[in-house]
């Protein structure tokens, strides 16, 4: 019955707004085409709106998670008209609040004490409104100006119910639709839930920006503010008031001299430093949680705020992504065809030769342009579709990332037109695999991994004589152990390359070092208690053949 009541909601205001206007009838099959032309919502008259106007009206009455669309839509000006873009970009910091009143009786319900003994001075007047929370102005006792940020009352049950609606439709999407199992709808959707729910704790929002300080602890590139512990909560947040410009006032950025190319450059990077430095991102860098520090025009910084989504890459994704971007770069589509099939993004059984053929025909066209007028956004989606017909998967855990970097080329783009996202991101890119594959990276994993291989080294020999004796035990059906022989050979054949990987890595590793001239005297003092153990252990395997 909640289900059936939001979507009553959800069509009543769709006919409210006359959303139909937005949608390519003339393209629909037959039977849609005489639904939309015969329904009920041409009884309403057209609002005297502007679209854009009509489109940001609608989002904001159906709630957060559509509040949340339309500010990824605000950043995309090559997808959407400039007035329709101008109108949702109201959606990232003027959503209507709620009474200041309320959000004091929530401070003091989770602080367990009146606003009065907490701070200094509060304003109930909010400073902004979004879809999930709203910000107060506040002072410490200590002096300090700091924001207050309350989680809007009553949220969580909307969220619910908006949230099983998008299950219901993913379910029956997935099931009756041709695409549905490849696009994976419902895995996509609960991976939403799990975010949204985590923009939901404002505990873990402040975890995240901690996290974020520390990661760019002082960088050039970007500031993130301080979180005050003592009051937060999980529905109230407390941290450093900062002063900035709007990331989206491009006329005060540019009378305050802002170098706007810099900036759109920084953006990019900071974007691939927490991608492939950190692997970990702030995943909602629209224009309503970014302002910058002008004190310096000619270097300017970045501040971020709003910390509730974050994203992080698995050290394989990491590498494949990287590796993939590179890829095409250098325009070798035969590399990009085997790292997908490698990854797992297309099944193991695709035709390389084919794959290769259809991702040169997507490219080609592209890179025959200048780079900066290349959208990385329109490049993904012809990408995605022509992978379809080989039966590409979406990748859940890639959702936030393509995302975020949809909201990075949108606001660049916005700062500065000419950015050229490609060739700013390509260097970047090679530096970071360089270090990831250098000779310092390959000594610090072979030492974080040495003692937990010498820890599991005495179970091997245990491990072989169980294998053994379970094959025995199997009986003595030729077939069978045929079978088991093969199975054991594959055993040894993968322990012998396991050995050759560890002595080729040990001895490149030294190599490295002596080429690059390491003084190993400077390398021994920062060495802990047993690390020479280490080496002279790294040494023994390296003279003793592989074991039979």
């Known amino acids: 019955m909640t289900r059936l009541q939001r979507l009553i909601r959800i069509g009543w205001v769709f006919c409210r707004y006359r959303l139909d206007t937005f949608l390519p009838i003339a393209e629909l099959p037959t039977p849609l085409k005489l639904f939309f032309l015969l329904a009920p919502w041409h009884l309403f008259p057209q609002p005297r709106l502007s679209r854009g106007d009509r489109l940001r009206l609608a989002l904001e009455e159906l709630g957060p998670v559509f509040v949340k669309f339309g500010q990824i839509l605000s950043t995309r000006r090559d997808l959407l008209p400039d007035d329709m ?32 003994e907490c701070f200094a001075e509060f304003s109930q007047r909010p400073m902004a409104s979004a879809s999930v929370a709203q910000v107060h102005a506040a002072t410490l006792p200590s002096g300090q100006q700091v924001v207050v940020k309350v989680i809007r009352p009553g949220i969580e049950k909307v969220i619910r119910q908006d949230l099983a609606l998008m299950y219901l439709m993913a379910g029956l999407l997935e099931r009756y639709w041709s695409e549905g199992r490849r696009l994976h709808p419902v895995d996509v959707v609960a991976d939403y839930d799990a975010t949204i729910h985590d923009e939901l704790d404002l505990q873990r929002e402040a975890a995240n920006a901690s996290q974020l300080r520390r990661n760019f602890d002082g960088s050039s590139l970007i500031y993130i503010p301080a979180i005050d512990w003592d009051y937060t909560r999980k529905s109230v ?30 953006g990019v990077e900071i974007f691939f430093t927490q991608v492939f430095r950190d692997s970990f991102f702030h995943a909602d860098m629209h224009p ?22 974050v994203g992080t890459l698995a050290p394989d994704d990491q590498s494949y992504l990287a590796r993939n971007l590179l890829a095409f770069f250098r325009r070798d589509y035969r ?19 084919e794959f290769e053929a259809a991702i040169r025909t997507v490219c080609e066209p592209i890179f025959e342009r200048p780079l900066k007028d290349i959208s990385f956004g329109h490049f993904l989606l012809r990408l995605f579709q022509t992978a379809r017909r080989f039966n590409m998967e979406v990748q859940p855990q890639l959702v936030l990332l393509q995302k975020t970097l949809l909201n990075v080329e949108g606001l660049g783009r916005q700062l500065y037109p000419d950015l050229d996202l490609w060739s700013t991101a390509q260097p970047f890119l090679e530096t970071w695999m360089r270090r990831r594959l250098g000779p310092g990276t390959l000594f610090k994993t072979l030492q974080s991994h040495l003692p937990a291989w010498l820890e599991q080294s005495p179970d091997m020999p245990q491990l072989v004589h169980d294998a053994l004796l379970e094959l025995r ?13 093969a199975q054991l050979d594959d055993r040894q054949r993968q322990q012998d390359r396991r050995w050759r990987r560890t002595t080729a890595a040990l001895v490149l590793t030294g190599l490295a070092l002596a080429s690059t001239q ?31």
């Not at 947040?237 to 190319?261: N, W, Y």
């Not at 302002?291 to 970045?302: C, E, G, I, L, T």
């Not at 003084?519 to 039979?548: C, F, M, N, S």
């Open 335 to 353: 590399q990009v065809a085997e790292l997908h099939i490698q990854s797992g993004w297309v099944p193991p059984d695709t035709r390389v030769n």
């Open 518 to 548: 390491v003084d190993l005297l400077a390398v021994a003092q920062d060495l802990p208690a047993y690390g020479w153990g280490l080496i002279a252990v790294a040494a023994w395997l390296v003279a003793r053949p592989a074991p039979r």
């Open 237 to 266: 947040l407390v941290m450093e008031r900062i002063h900035g410009i709007p990331v989206a006032d491009v006329a005060a950025l540019t009378a305050a001299g802002v170098d706007l190319k810099v900036l759109a450059e920084k």
């Open 288 to 309: 309503g949680n970014i302002f910058v520090d002008a004190s310096n025009p000619r270097d300017p910084k970045y501040i971020a705020i709003d910390f509730g989504i």
């Open 473 to 485: 035990n199997r009986g003595t059906d030729d077939h069978r152990q045929a079978q088991w022989q």
């Open 85 to 116: 873009a101008e109108s949702l970009r109201q959606l990232q910091d003027r959503v209507p609040p709620f009474s200041g009143e309320r959000a004091q009786a929530i401070i003091e319900r989770s602080l367990g004490a009146p606003v009065s």
